[in-house]
């Protein structure tokens, strides 16, 4: 004995306290967060993928007017159109298609009485697009009951309802937080209430309060890391089978997990973060509970 | 050192169980406190290791006013305290090595620093083969010498010990007396509470009689 360093014993000793199911609780605190954190990411992803396509595209409708011959509406608009800066190609839509788009709302449409609108698919350079109100004016002047739909009105719904459907998402996650942070509290009291006579035994030598909080820290950080990535792996898993399962919830998994190497990489860096972050909260929290209680106890 | 004027201590709203203690320490002194079961031996112990304030009355520990002492103070005063509790106080999953090395460990010592001072002081209190032995295992009289270990072994100031030789045998309560003796000439107050009117015959160390929570210094 007297030849070697003996490694000192933990002066608490370790399966004193319920760390054990706090390390399940943080788990399945961890795997519900990495859901949200998933969930935001495909919300914020598709809602970028459903503006960028309206906002690079905008429609042409002409309505029937009876004193106006269609064709001459359609050639007048289409003029105008391939005349304006800024736009890169307008399409004319052939009846099928105009019906098609109704399908939603109205079903299958067969009879061909049904005066549906003329509609022309518009693709602008998204670099330099037109002034939308000077165009306006130039289709309205060289033709009647033509009129530009610029889609403004659902992009902004869409960024409304994305941007609910985000602090919802952020309220979730900040939900579990609190939980986590109310569950670590919990487990550091414990922990205390645990050793209690070893505090004593502790305070009477002379030990400090930070000392004495700093004896857990290893043991609250193993938790924390643990539960983190058990969390973390389960819901990235989770995604996986997801993309698996064919149905429409194959397509969410899909548009996370096997997104473009950039977006993936940003992806699985926020799957990271959740270990970094519940280690952080364990250890922190811990640490000021403990020495907040050692504080009233002196 | 230790100074106490017209000191006394009460338990909540109870009577008083000191009621009027004085007396004075100066470095290097060694004093035995006694006097009969319940006269409260443990109670002025317990409040010149900061674990109670007293009531009425002054107490000043290394100059500082006890009642005054904030609880930030309170650790760096008690490691200049070592102390021996009538219970042991003893941690339990701790070997007998570990228990006496807490001290050193609460003040920041590495295990490397404090190994061999450590074992040298099981020897000298004859427990170095049991020094991984844990504290559940050993008699009550080993259970007290690892308790007198571990206040002596960061060579504290102040020694205050409540019936250190009360679970030993008269040999080896002589070997501690002679401990106590030897930290006293080396520097330490020493303050040993005890009943032993045999073990305070044996030195020439002054006494203080608790008597009806009373004491006068002999």
């Known amino acids: ?298 | 050192m230790i100074e106490l004027n017209a000191v006394a201590l009460r338990y909540g709203q109870g009577s008083d169980v000191l009621k009027d203690v004085s007396f004075k320490m100066e470095a290097g002194d060694f004093r035995f406190l006694t006097g009969a079961s319940g006269a409260g031996k443990s109670t002025l112990l317990r409040l010149l290791f900061l674990a109670l304030r007293p009531s009425r009355g002054q107490a000043l520990i290394f100059g500082e006013d006890v009642s005054n002492i904030s609880t930030r103070q309170l650790p760096l005063i008690r490691r200049k305290l070592g102390v021996v509790f009538q219970d042991f106080r003893l941690v339990g999953h701790l070997s007998v090595f570990d228990n006496v090395a807490l001290p050193l460990r609460v003040a920041g010592q590495r295990p490397a620093d404090y190994q061999r001072d450590v074992i040298d002081l099981l020897d000298w209190v004859g427990l170095k083969q049991k020094a991984k032995e844990l504290p559940e295992t050993l008699s009550g009289g080993e259970k007290q010498r690892v308790a007198i270990a571990r206040a002596v072994v960061s060579k504290p100031e102040i020694l205050l010990a409540d019936e250190p030789t009360g679970n030993v045998d008269p040999a080896m309560a002589k070997r501690l007396l002679h401990l106590f003796l030897e930290l006293n000439r080396l520097g330490t107050t020493v303050l040993l509470a005890t009943h032993d009117e045999q073990l305070i015959a044996q030195t020439k160390g002054k006494v203080l009689r608790l008597q009806n929570g009373i004491v006068k210094d002999l």
């Open chain 1, 1 to 298: 004995m007297a030849n070697t360093i003996q490694k000192p014993a933990p002066i608490f000793p370790p399966r004193a306290a319920p760390l054990a199911s706090l390390t399940v609780t943080m788990a399945v605190m961890c795997y519900l967060a990495s859901l949200a954190i998933g969930a935001l990411i495909l919300i914020n992803h598709a809602v970028d993928n459903w503006t960028h396509g309206l906002s690079r595209e905008v429609t042409v409708q002409l309505r029937h007017i009876s004193d106006v011959d269609p064709a001459v509406q359609l050639q007048q608009s289409m003029q105008v159109l391939s005349s304006t800066a800024g736009i890169l190609k307008a399409e004319p839509l052939d009846r099928k298609a105009s019906l098609s788009l109704l399908e939603p709302w109205l079903g299958k449409i067969t009879g061909e009485d049904l005066p549906i609108p003329q509609l022309i698919r518009v693709t602008l350079d998204e670099a330099a697009p037109p002034d939308f109100v000077a165009l306006e004016k130039a289709l309205n002047t060289a033709a009647k009951g033509v009129s530009l739909d610029t889609h403004q009105r659902w992009e902004t719904e869409l960024t409304r309802a994305a941007s609910l459907l985000s602090n919802l998402g952020c309220g979730v996650l900040a939900l579990i937080i609190l939980a986590s942070v109310m569950l670590v509290i919990f487990a550091a009291r414990a922990v205390l209430e645990a050793n209690r006579q070893v505090v004593g035994v502790l305070e009477l030598i002379g030990a400090k309060n930070s000392f004495i909080a700093r004896l857990n820290d290893w043991q609250f950080l193993k938790t924390g890391i643990l539960a983190g990535c058990v969390g973390a792996v389960v819901a990235l898993l989770t995604f996986y089978a997801l993309s698996a399962t064919g149905d429409s919830f194959s397509q969410v998994g899909q548009a996370l997990v096997f997104a473009p190497q950039g977006i993936q990489f940003i992806n699985l860096a926020a799957f990271v973060a959740v270990p970094v972050v519940a280690t952080l909260l364990a250890v922190v929290t811990s640490r000021l509970t403990l020495s907040h209680m050692l504080g009233q106890s002196r």
